[in-house]
C-alpha cells in the first residue's frame, strides 16, 4: 500500500519561532534565578511590535524586555527598529494551590514527595517513535529538520551570502507497507537579500544545503523540488508575518504522522504537563521501541489540573506489537516509569534551564535531551517478558 507524509520545519527567523524563542529565553532566564519560578509566557510579534504577555511568579523576575530584545538582535533582526512591551502578571492563586498541594495529598492523603505536586494543567499530551530512522523519529521529521539547520548554519557562517533569517522547508515522502522507499518533494522557502539572484540561490540551495541534509534520501529523477516557488522572498520575517507562540505545533513534533494532543510547549515551565507530559510520553515510547516491543509506539497520557496521577495511559502499536497487546504494554508503563509531575521533573531534571535550546529545530530525536534516553529498555523487558 502506498502512502504519503510530510513534514515541516523553519529556521529559528520565522516569526513563530521567534516568538518561542522568546519565550523559552525568558523561562530560563527565570530558572536561572529560581529553579521553582512558575513561568507561562506567550509572545506576540508583528511589523514594529513585539509583545510578552503571561504570568510569572517567581523569586527573580528578569528584564524580560532585555531578554526578547537579545534573542531579536542574536536571530538577525534589528531590535533598534521594534517596540517591546510586556504585559505580565502573577500566576492564579487557584492554579497554584492545586500545583503545590495535589488533591491525592489534599483529600486523599497519600504520602510521598511524588504525590504533593499536581499537575499545572489539564490535557492530553502524546508522544511518538517509531523504527525508521537512528532518532526513532519518521524520516521526513528528520529531514525537514536537517534542511532548516543547514540552511541557517549557511546563513550564519555566510556560506551562502544573501539569506537572511526567515526560512522553511517541507518534505513529502512516499512510503510502501508502512517503509519510507522515496522522496517526492522537497520545498524550501529562503529569505533573501533583494541583490541576490534567484538563480545563484536555487543553485547554492541545491549544492551547499540539499545535497548534505538529504544523504538518508536523496532524490531521485522524479522528486520535486521547488526553491522559493513564489519566485521571491526579499520581505520576511515581522515584515511579512505575524508570530505567535505555540503555532508550530507539528514543528515541534512529529508532522503529520502522529496526532498531537493540542498544548504548545514553550514558554512553559515543568508543571504544565502539556510539556513535561508529551516528553514523558515520548520517553516511554522510544524506550518501548528501542526495547523491541513495536515498531512503531504511539503513547497518551491524559491529566487533570490539580491532581498528580495520569487519568488516562494509553498504547497504541499500529498493530506492530511483538510481545503482547497494547492494553498489556500501557499497564506496564507505571511498573516502569514514574508518572507524577514531581516524578517527571526530578527524572529529567527539569528546574534547569535547557529551554531555549528547545525551541528551534524540533523538541525530539535530539541526543542533548534526557528525554531521548533509551535507559528503561531492560526494566520494560524485564516487567513484560
Known amino acids: 500500500m ?3 507524509y510530510t513534514a515541516e520545519s523553519v529556521t529559528e527567523g520565522h516569526p513563530d519561532k521567534l516568538c518561542d524563542l522568546i519565550a523559552d529565553s525568558i523561562l530560563d532566564e527565570c530558572l536561572k534565578g529560581d529553579p ?5 509566557c506567550e509572545v506576540f510579534a508583528t511589523k514594529g511590535t513585539v509583545l510578552l504577555a503571561g504570568e510569572i ?5 528578569p528584564d524580560v524586555l532585555a531578554v526578547a530584545e537579545d534573542v531579536v538582535e542574536k536571530v538577525g533582526y534589528q531590535a533598534g527598529e521594534i517596540l517591546f512591551d510586556a504585559l505580565i502578571h502573577q500566576q492564579s492563586p487557584d492554579i497554584a494551590q492545586g500545583v503545590q498541594n495535589s488533591m491525592e495529598s489534599r483529600k486523599q492523603h497519600v504520602a510521598g514527595e511524588e504525590w504533593k505536586m499536581g499537575a499545572g494543567d489539564q490535557g492530553v499530551m502524546t508522544g511518538y517513535a517509531c523504527s525508521e530512522t537512528k532518532q526513532f523519529l519518521p524520516l521526513p521529521v528528520v529531514l525537514a529538520h536537517r534542511i532548516v539547520r543547514e540552511l541557517s548554519a549557511c546563513r550564519i557562517s555566510e556560506y551562502i551570502r544573501g539569506l537572511l533569517p526567515d526560512g522553511k ?3 513529502t515522502v512516499e512510503y510502501e507497507d508502512g517503509k519510507p522507499v522515496r522522496l ?4 524550501v522557502s529562503c529569505q533573501h537579500a533583494e541583490e541576490k539572484s534567484q538563480k545563484d540561490l536555487e543553485r547554492e540551495i541545491r549544492q551547499k544545503v540539499l545535497r548534505l541534509a538529504l544523504r538518508l534520501l536523496p532524490p531521485d529523477e522524479d522528486t520535486r523540488i ?10 520576511g520575517g515581522l515584515d511579512a508575518d505575524t508570530g505567535l507562540t505555540g503555532r508550530k505545533l507539528m514543528v515541534d513534533c512529529y508532522g503529520s504522522i502522529a496526532p498531537h494532543g493540542g ?8 508543571t504544565k504537563v502539556d510539556r513535561s507530559g508529551a516528553y514523558m510520553a515520548r520517553y516511554i515510547a522510544k524506550n518501548m521501541v528501542a526495547a523491541g516491543l513495536a515498531e512503531k509506539c504511539l503513547v497518551s497520557l491524559a491529566y487533570a489540573i490539580g491532581v498528580a496521577e495520569p487519568v488516562m495511559v494509553q498504547v497504541d502499536t499500529f498493530g506492530t506489537g511483538t510481545v503482547c497487546a497494547d492494553d498489556c504494554l500501557a499497564a506496564a508503563i507505571p511498573l516502569v516509569f514514574g508518572l507524577t509531575p514531581k516524578q517527571i521533573i526530578d527524572h529529567f531534571k527539569l528546574q534547569r534551564p535547557i529551554y531555549s535550546q528547545t525551541a528551534v529545530f524540533g523538541h525530539f530525536g535530539r541526543k542533548e535531551f534526557p528525554w531521548e534516553r533509551t535507559d528503561k529498555v531492560e526494566a520494560l523487558r524485564s516487567a513484560l517478558l
Open 57 to 61: 511568579t517567581s523569586k527573580y523576575e
Open 2 to 4: 502506498k502512502r504519503f
Open 226 to 235: 521547488l526553491i522559493n516557488p513564489s519566485g521571491k522572498f526579499v520581505v
Open 263 to 270: 498544548g504548545a510547549f514553550s514558554g512553559k515551565d515543568a
Open 184 to 187: 517526492d518533494t522537497v520545498i
Open 169 to 171: 522547508a517541507q518534505i
Open 36 to 40: 521553582e519560578a512558575r513561568v507561562a
